[in-house]
């Protein structure tokens, strides 16, 4: 019965911004890494951001770095990624992810153990 499920995907424009929401239920992920990935159709899924369990360290992906922001509140067993400056090249879905067990911060999706359904995020010219 764990659950991760993400919210506040859309269409926006290019230049706008949105804030992605994730919340995690059945466990709680307050000392676990998670990380936000993306994948369009027909390509892989690719890392996006990472956070630490305090939220204190922080990783980006190139692609993303200035323009997203990953946070988490541990109260509320969520984490979040604030994306501005969208571009059409953002439009994916988004999963976020937890890493329960682990204590570094982590690019490959094969070592995160808990994913959400993801949430599609369109980004038009």
């Known amino acids: 019965q764990v659950q991760l499920v993400e919210s506040g995907g859309g269409l926006v424009q290019a230049g706008g911004s949105l804030r992605l929401s994730c919340a995690a239920s059945?466990?709680?992920?307050?000392?676990?890494?998670m990380g936000w990935f993306r994948q369009a159709p027909g390509k892989e899924r690719e890392f996006v951001a990472a956070?630490?369990?305090?939220?204190?360290?922080?990783y980006y992906a190139d692609s993303v770095k200035g323009r997203f922001t990953i946070s988490r509140n541990n109260a509320k067993n969520a984490v979040y990624l604030q994306m501005n400056i969208l571009k059409p090249e953002d439009t994916a879905v988004y999963y976020c992810a937890a890493d329960y067990g682990g204590t570094y911060l982590r690019t490959d999706h094969k070592r995160y153990n808990y994913w959400g359904q993801g949430t599609q995020v369109t980004v038009s010219s």
């Open positions: 956070i630490n369990w305090s939220g204190g360290s922080t």
């Open positions: 059945g466990r709680t992920f307050s000392s676990s890494p």
